[in-house]
């Protein structure tokens, strides 16, 4: 079974400019998780969904991060305007079930790097 | 609140030395307790998990972790590490019936095995 897809692998862009990440969760599971890790902060959680809709989005930084989820098998995740402090790497992740029995998925994550 | 709390931001061991890395939680009910692996450059795995029954858990690669509810700990174990199990180790928590479903994280140990 594929898993759970991000692309890009590797984004490097100049500040100011729009990022778009995305991901694909793995069939069937329908919670999405995005994640943002630093060495600073470590592994944080930006927002998650439930069937599309999201359900805290307490961790997302700033107004300049949106995410959305327009169908089951399709996530975004956009910063506008990136900032040099947005560098990170951000990590998808989907689990199927409610509650806390099924694990969580991982992607590859997006290395994000803004100059 | 919940907390995770993983005692040992770095450990440096030589190969065929045991290991235990050292993971404690504070959550007032039932919980669910996951370890995830990062490899150099690569995303979060599954390691092992415990829902319920045996406190001792296998999981993949060798590893092994036990549960004791006394001791709100849920420490990683392997009686002999080789080179390639030098990655970053997460501990996570979850209550098994919290409706708000978002891990906690502990902040990671850095596992590096000398050859």
């Known amino acids: 079974d594929a898993g759970v897809i991000q692309s890009p692998r590797h984004e490097v862009t100049e500040m100011g400019q729009e990022v778009t990440l995305r991901c694909k969760p793995i069939?069937?599971?329908?919670?999405l998780f995005w994640y943002r890790q630093t060495m600073m902060r470590g592994l944080e959680l930006l927002i998650y969904?439930?069937?599309?809709?999201?359900?805290?989005d307490s961790g997302m930084p700033e107004d300049r991060f949106s995410a959305k989820m327009p169908n089951a098998s399709f996530s975004t995740l956009k910063i506008q305007p990136s900032e040099p402090r947005d560098s990170a790497v951000y990590f998808c992740a989907s689990s199927r079930g409610q509650g806390g029995n099924q694990p969580q998925h991982f992607g590859d994550g997006t290395r994000l790097s803004i100059l | 609140a919940q907390s995770v709390s993983q005692h040992n931001h770095h450990v440096i061991l030589s190969e065929a030395a045991s290991l235990e890395l050292g993971c404690n939680y504070s959550y007032g009910g039932t919980v669910n307790l996951f370890w995830y692996v990062q490899y150099p450059g690569q995303h979060l795995q599954l390691l092992l998990k415990y829902f319920s029954g045996d406190p001792l858990v296998k999981g993949i690669k060798g590893f092994e972790a036990e549960f004791i509810k006394s001791k709100f700990s849920f420490n990683l174990r392997k009686p002999s590490v080789q080179w390639s199990d030098t990655a970053e180790y997460f501990c996570?928590?979850?209550?098994?019936?919290?409706?708000?479903?978002?891990?906690?994280w502990g902040a990671g140990t850095k596992l590096i095995i000398k050859p």
């Open positions: 996570a928590v979850i209550g098994a019936v919290d409706s708000n479903y978002q891990l906690i």
């Open positions: 969904f439930n069937n599309n809709v999201p359900i805290d």
């Open positions: 069939s069937g599971h329908d919670y």
